[in-house]
């Protein structure tokens, strides 16, 4: 199973977008797990996430994550604004498998 870790300022804003991405998931029957955390654990999940997407308001912190997650062969991506905006969980979860892929 995969697992596609949100990152957000405190982790709540990204709960919906999760259950957005989630409802999506299961309509396509994939196998994936997606969870929200707030930046400050980026650290503490690279490890069990397949893939990392921060919220937009985060975009600042990509490039130092990327730079941890690089060795460990894994993506970090910012969330599209309108994508994140407008709770476009589809969009957001086909970005996902395209760099999961």
Do not use: W
Not at 70 to 76: E, F, R, T
């Amino acid at each position: 199973m995969q697992t596609i870790v949100l990152c957000c300022a405190a982790g709540m804003s990204t709960s919906m977008l999760v259950q957005k991405m989630k409802n999506e998931a299961q309509k396509r029957a994939l196998d994936i797990e997606i969870e929200a955390v707030p930046v400050a654990d980026f650290e503490r999940i690279l490890g069990r996430a397949d893939i990392v997407l921060l919220g937009p308001q985060v975009k600042y912190e990509h490039a130092r994550l990327a730079e941890l997650a690089a060795p460990l062969g894994k993506a970090v991506a910012v969330i599209d604004m309108m994508d994140y905006g407008t709770m476009r969980g589809d969009k957001v979860l086909d970005k996902a498998l395209s760099l999961l892929a």
